[in-house]
């Protein structure tokens, strides 16, 4: 691939117009008279409700906007490739996964709680979500950049993301909501660590990991099965702002992670992430010292460390900001052969909650949006038909139903001929494999509990064993800056939760924010 050429310019390239020139028109291609003057009953008098020119310019700009997503309302994005430099085809059959292969790709960035003009600094999550173009359909790896997540149950999502919002009252931020639910819900001890240290505010989009943070299944040719995590490594090195640094990258520019990503591919200053996998034997699953599938713990490194798979490199900007990053609608349930869900609980909530939101905010047909089309978008064979904005329409000869007598055909399992209900097609291996003897019955219990799944020893592990002494002590910095505002009792929840974390740490935010009170 040269340097001037990309495989992402063909997605790139979809839906744009060829550059205005001449007189204007109405969106219905006939000319416009004056852009300027709108016509009136006389010079001083009203506007006329048959000026349709006008009428039509008002109530698009009306509607210019689609609903910011709920969560992740505030993001940037770019284009680029997937490259693939090792072979990986003994654990998964992907076609974007073989060696060689390059495939175009999308990426957003984003923050969690923040609204649409919110600033890029506040400390927080940083959504780190993907798309890959495959010849098989769309891949999204939907992410961000912390291995874990605050809670492992997709009941409490809009739960966690109220608390973080603003206050129905005032409309508000509150320290005081925050704090509360993270106490009350102990699980989310380690992702509250990993936020209140330096991960929570990077300098740049470009200078911090990523991760799928969810477990995947991976199947090779032969349908064996294993369990993966994926991992994204900046090659630009990590980078962070302190807390006072991001509080005052935030007045002086809201934009700067935008800003800054879109200037660097510009210059030619193409950022790269390095793709590694941690790769879990399908058995090791049921006596894991962990649940593996439980989003808010990770995987030992020492236990199952992580293979090289290749490099994504981003050397395209949105030709179309709207377009092109507003309207990219990711979403995890967009899977390819060779790649399959979890048990994961977060996971699983998010395939059905991500495509809704979609719906919602952009409408049925979103997927026929240029951004949102596969690369095989020819080969689309769907009984899915009409509803609002359709853009693509199926063959007028084709039926509407299945199973029916034409060509148009069935699923790959179907035999394209009747409904039969008595055909027992076996396990789902297109979206995962269930370790027996979990998932046979419905119920509403917890996690299957391993060995070590206690809530705070992975958070105590990660602020004993991987922070260094200067990372501790803005930990407990930010934690107590973070506080500001919290009630007395939600102040007293919070010294026993960092208490459970460590002792010392808990020791620490005790000082620091009887000094800041």
């Given at each position: 691939?040269?340097?001037?050429?990309?495989?992402?310019?063909?997605?790139?390239?979809?839906?744009?117009?060829?550059?205005?020139?001449?007189?204007?028109?109405?969106?219905?291609?006939?000319?416009?008279?004056?852009?300027?003057?709108?016509?009136?009953?006389?010079?001083?008098?009203?506007?006329?409700?048959?000026?349709?020119?006008?009428?039509?310019?008002?109530?698009?700009?009306?509607?210019?906007?689609?609903?910011?997503?709920?969560?992740?309302?505030?993001?940037?994005?770019?284009?680029?490739?997937?490259?693939?430099?090792?072979?990986?085809?003994?654990?998964?059959?992907?076609?974007?996964?073989?060696k060689g292969t390059v495939t175009p790709m999308a990426i957003r960035?984003?923050?969690?709680?923040?609204?649409?003009?919110?600033?890029?600094?506040?400390?927080?999550?940083?959504?780190?979500?993907?798309?890959?173009?495959?010849?098989?359909?769309?891949?999204?790896?939907?992410?961000?950049?912390?291995?874990?997540?605050?809670?492992?149950?997709?009941?409490?999502?809009?739960?966690?993301?109220?608390?973080?919002?603003?206050?129905?009252?005032?409309?508000?931020?509150?320290?005081?909501?925050?704090?509360?639910?993270?106490?009350?819900?102990?699980?989310?001890?380690?992702?509250?660590?990993?936020?209140?240290?330096?991960?929570?505010?990077?300098?740049?989009?470009?200078?911090?990991?990523?991760?799928?943070?969810?477990?995947?299944?991976?199947?090779?040719?032969?349908?064996?099965?294993?369990?993966?995590?994926?991992?994204?490594?900046?090659?630009?090195?990590?980078?962070?702002?302190?807390?006072?640094?991001?509080?005052?990258?935030?007045?002086?520019?809201?934009?700067?992670?935008?800003?800054?990503?879109?200037?660097?591919?510009?210059?030619?200053?193409?950022?790269?992430?390095?793709?590694?996998?941690?790769?879990?034997?399908?058995?090791?699953?049921?006596?894991?010292?962990?649940?593996?599938?439980?989003?808010?713990?990770?995987?030992?490194?020492?236990?199952?460390?992580?293979?090289?798979?290749?490099?994504?490199?981003?050397?395209?900007?949105?030709?179309?900001?709207?377009?092109?990053?507003?309207?990219?609608?990711?979403?995890?349930?967009?899977?390819?052969?060779?790649?399959?869900?979890?048990?994961?609980?977060?996971?699983?909530?998010?395939?059905?909650?991500?495509?809704?939101?979609?719906?919602?905010?952009?409408?049925?047909?979103?997927?026929?949006?240029?951004?949102?089309?596969?690369?095989?978008?020819?080969?689309?064979?769907?009984?899915?038909?009409?509803?609002?904005?359709?853009?693509?329409?199926?063959?007028?000869?084709?039926?509407?139903?299945?199973?029916?007598?034409?060509?148009?055909?069935?699923?790959?399992?179907?035999?394209?001929?009747?409904?039969?209900?008595?055909?027992?097609?076996?396990?789902?291996?297109?979206?995962?494999?269930?370790?027996?003897?979990?998932?046979?019955?419905?119920?509403?219990?917890?996690?299957?509990?391993?060995?070590?799944?206690?809530?705070?020893?992975?958070?105590?592990?990660?602020?004993?064993?991987?922070?260094?002494?200067?990372?501790?002590?803005?930990?407990?910095?930010?934690?107590?800056?973070?506080?500001?505002?919290?009630?007395?009792?939600?102040?007293?929840?919070?010294?026993?939760?960092?208490?459970?974390?460590?002792?010392?740490?808990?020791?620490?935010?005790?000082?620091?924010?009887?000094?800041?009170?």
């Amino acid at each position: 691939m040269t340097q001037d050429s990309s495989a992402a310019d063909h997605i790139l390239g979809r839906g744009n117009r060829a550059a205005g020139e001449g007189q204007t028109t109405r969106p219905s291609g006939q000319p416009v008279a004056s852009e300027n003057r709108s016509v009136t009953a006389g010079p001083q008098g009203p506007n006329v409700l048959n000026d349709v020119h006008l009428i039509e310019k008002l109530a698009h700009f009306n509607r210019e906007r689609v609903p910011e997503r709920t969560p992740h309302a505030k993001g940037h994005g770019a284009f680029g490739e997937l490259h693939i430099t090792e072979d990986v085809s003994q654990y998964t059959k992907a076609k974007l996964f073989q060696k060689g292969t390059v495939t175009p790709m999308a990426i957003r960035f984003s923050t969690v709680a923040g609204e649409q003009g919110s600033p890029d600094t506040w400390r927080d999550v940083h959504g780190f979500a993907m798309r890959f173009y495959t010849e098989d359909g769309n891949y999204d790896i939907v992410g961000n950049n912390t291995p874990t997540f605050f809670i492992r149950d997709a009941i409490k999502f809009p739960d966690f993301i109220h608390s973080q919002k603003r206050l129905g009252t005032n409309g508000l931020r509150n320290a005081d909501m925050q704090w509360d639910f993270w106490t009350r819900s102990p699980e989310s001890a380690h992702q509250v660590t990993y936020l209140m240290g330096d991960r929570g505010t990077p300098k740049t989009s470009r200078h911090q990991d990523g991760f799928g943070s969810h477990t995947f299944q991976w199947s090779n040719g032969e349908g064996k099965p294993v369990w993966i995590k994926y991992h994204f490594k900046t090659r630009q090195g990590w980078d962070c702002f302190t807390d006072a640094e991001a509080a005052e990258m935030a007045g002086q520019n809201a934009d700067h992670h935008r800003e800054d990503l879109y200037n660097a591919i510009e210059r030619g200053d193409y950022p790269v992430w390095d793709v590694k996998v941690q790769i879990m034997p399908f058995e090791d699953a049921e006596n894991y010292r962990f649940n593996p599938f439980d989003l808010t713990k990770t995987w030992s490194q020492k236990d199952y460390p992580l293979h090289d798979v290749g490099y994504f490199v981003l050397n395209r900007n949105p030709r179309n900001f709207f377009a092109q990053i507003e309207q990219l609608a990711l979403d995890p349930a967009n899977l390819v052969p060779g790649v399959g869900l979890s048990p994961d609980r977060m996971l699983q909530g998010r395939v059905f909650a991500y495509s809704d939101q979609q719906r919602y905010r952009i409408g049925t047909n979103y997927k026929q949006l240029p951004v949102n089309q596969p690369l095989n978008a020819d080969k689309v064979n769907t009984y899915e038909h009409e509803g609002p904005m359709s853009f693509l329409f199926n063959d007028p000869q084709d039926p509407v139903y299945s199973p029916n007598r034409y060509d148009k055909g069935a699923g790959y399992l179907d035999d394209g001929e009747t409904s039969n209900q008595h055909d027992d097609f076996g396990q789902a291996s297109d979206l995962y494999v269930n370790p027996d003897p979990h998932g046979t019955d419905l119920s509403r219990a917890p996690y299957v509990k391993h060995a070590e799944d206690d809530d705070f020893i992975q958070p105590g592990i990660l602020y004993r064993e991987v922070m260094d002494d200067g990372e501790k002590e803005r930990l407990a910095d930010n934690i107590t800056n973070a506080m500001a505002g919290v009630s007395e009792q939600v102040e007293q929840q919070v010294y026993h939760y960092w208490d459970q974390v460590d002792e010392n740490l808990g020791k620490r935010v005790r000082e620091l924010f009887a000094e800041k009170k």
